[in-house]
């Protein structure tokens, strides 16, 4: 960015008639700011890219950002900026940062600071904030205890820590905590608010601004390890296996296969045990298939082996057939999952790095001769569905345009797949088939709207790769950052499914007996919305169509706005089970 500060001169009737200008000491590229030290001691905590919404409140911060190696993408809101953060640390394993301003900036990025927090992600919020002295004397956009929530101003549920420095010794104890966070094991969000009067401020000598740390992952005790293979003894027992066990892939493999283990994986964890793998059972919870159901029914383990899931209710949809009959062994780096789910049912937590913990029951049962005295049960035969041909009128319906893109997209090419909340996350969890871990990113728990219409652009330019979007069409005019992929090149292809309604809405409230509210919109053409803004797109009318569309989409070197007309009148594959997880709930709010 240009770091000059520019003033216009005008005529006395105030027409501009020359440009002066002034470089304040902060703007200078090698000015020793605090500003630009506060991005430096980042960089060599691994953060490679910054995203956000640059506004007056944080001049000094941005003109030390641009003087960094630390890459900035200015985005057009400060949500989609939050939400391409923490798709950017998903995607490259490098903790990323927001900057935003004083205000509303802050307040626009809190929902994605929400979504870091529950998917575990890492992220820093860099806001600016109102000086302790200009505080309660009508500030421009006050930022502070005063005006604003808690949560914004020190740690609770959003942040995990909270810092205001307003002096440099008070920011390189900050930094220092905020480093610390940024490298250890699990998720880490924080915000560090900023006034004015500190960010611009040039340091006398250089000084280091937090140190960097090198955490080692919790490792499993021999007797937690030992318990474990005797609990999995049980010919019944299955192992399931959430987003937090991603790393262990090849650990996992290696024990299930020589145990033979069935395993189950949550919806966020599609593809770190092969979906095409005879020992794979299905995807649990939200558009997962009857398969776990059938399989808990036929079979009631008496003991499951959790790793690196809460088993909440996207994941488990908290249905009392899917918990062991005597008692789990749950693996997580956060004790506080251990019987969050299913409080009633007993168990051992262990707290261990999950690679760590199925690198440790492969060596002891090798050693111990375990694998050759566990008795497996026969697992059932897994039978592929016929593919669906096209049909030559109407809409498309949702489960052809799946089957296409798990042909054209997750079979034959490398890109990553996002889904969005709503009916995107349902039929992509249900129909999409993945055999490694980092293929596809969802949300669960969260689950906003607007998290991946703009959070597949962070992935796309930090993972320098082609990310392919699903996404509904509410989603999509709710927020999406099309023009920010324009002018960065993004590699993003969105495909939207575009039935003209909120369709998860819509059904639900079908299903559960209501009277649709308002669930209708005017359809979009998001082919026009797109090139209105520098970005070609293509639409899809009918299925006979949709192969040759996802081809051009995907030789386009760019990004791409495919827009399906879906059929809305076929329901969401999960419509029954969420239906009956809702039932349960008011059951129970009205008891």
Avoid at 208 to 217: M, V
Avoid at 341 to 369: C, K, M, N, S
């Amino acid at each position: 960015m240009d770091t000059r500060v520019v003033r216009q001169v005008e005529d006395g009737d105030g027409d501009v008639v020359g440009w002066g200008e002034r470089r304040a000491a902060w703007a200078a590229a090698d000015a020793p700011s605090v500003a630009r030290s506060i991005f430096l001691a980042l960089h060599a905590a691994g953060v490679r890219e910054a995203f956000g919404v640059i506004g007056g409140g944080i001049a000094p911060l941005a003109a030390g950002l641009a003087n960094t190696p630390i890459r900035f993408y200015h985005f057009r809101h400060e949500a989609g900026a939050g939400f391409s953060a923490i798709e950017s640390w998903f995607a490259t394993g490098r903790p990323a940062v927001v900057a935003v301003t004083t205000g509303p900036g802050l307040f626009n990025v809190l929902n994605a600071a929400m979504a870091a927090r529950v998917d575990g992600a890492k992220l820093l919020v860099v806001s600016g904030f109102t000086s302790r002295s200009q505080q309660g004397r009508g500030a421009v956009q006050e930022t502070s205890a005063a005006s604003m929530p808690a949560d914004v101003t020190r740690a609770g549920s959003i942040f995990h820590d909270v810092f205001v420095p307003e002096s440099e010794d008070e920011l390189a104890g900050a930094l220092g905590r905020i480093v610390r966070g940024l490298t250890a094991p699990g998720g880490y969000v924080a915000h560090l608010g900023l006034p004015l009067s500190l960010q611009g401020k040039l340091l006398p000598t250089p000084r280091p601004l937090g140190a960097a740390w090198r955490f080692d992952p919790p490792a499993p005790t021999r007797g937690a390890v030992d318990a474990c293979l005797d609990a999995l003894r049980d010919p019944g027992a299955a192992i399931w296996v959430g987003h937090g066990a991603l790393a262990a892939r090849d650990d996992l493999l290696r024990f299930a296969e020589a145990a033979h283990l069935p395993v189950i994986t949550s919806p966020r964890a599609k593809g770190l045990f092969p979906e095409s793998h005879p020992l794979f059972i299905g995807v649990s919870g939200a558009g997962g298939g009857a398969e776990v159901q059938q399989w808990f029914r036929a079979r009631r383990p008496r003991h499951v082996l959790v790793v690196g899931t809460r088993l909440g209710e996207v994941t488990s949809f908290l249905a009392p057939g899917l918990a062991p009959s005597e008692r789990w062994t749950h693996v997580d780096i956060d004790p506080a999952a251990f019987g969050a789910a299913y409080p009633e049912v007993p168990g051992r937590g262990i707290v261990a790095d999950a690679a760590q913990f199925f690198a440790a029951l492969h060596a002891r049962a090798g050693e111990t001769g375990w694998y050759a005295r566990r008795e497996p049960i026969a697992l059932p035969e897994r039978h592929a569905e016929p593919p669906l041909p096209p049909r030559s009128r109407g809409d498309v319906r949702p489960s052809y345009l799946l089957q296409a893109i798990q042909a054209r997209i997750v079979d034959a090419t490398d890109a990553l797949v996002m889904s969005e909340a709503g009916n995107a996350f349902t039929w992509c969890n249900a129909r999409l088939r993945f055999d490694r871990p980092g293929r596809y990113r969802t949300s669960a728990a969260w689950g906003s709207m607007g998290h991946f219409t703009t959070g597949c652009v962070g992935a796309a330019l930090a993972g320098d790769r082609r990310v392919v979007a699903v996404v509904g069409d509410g989603a999509m005019l709710m927020n999406n950052e099309i023009n920010t992929a324009a002018q960065y090149g993004a590699r993003v292809l969105w495909i939207v499914l575009n039935d003209a309604q909120l369709g998860l809405n819509h059904h639900g409230m079908l299903a559960l007996g209501m009277r649709p509210l308002e669930t209708q919109m005017p359809r979009t053409d998001f082919v026009a919305f797109a090139r209105s803004q520098g970005v070609d797109g293509l639409a899809v009318l009918a299925e006979p169509e949709l192969d040759a569309a996802l081809d051009r989409a995907l030789a386009h070197d760019g990004p791409f706005v495919l827009d399906v007309r879906i059929d809305p009148t076929v329901p969401s594959p999960i419509l029954a089970a969420r239906t009956r997880s809702l039932e349960s709930q008011t059951s129970k709010g009205a008891a």
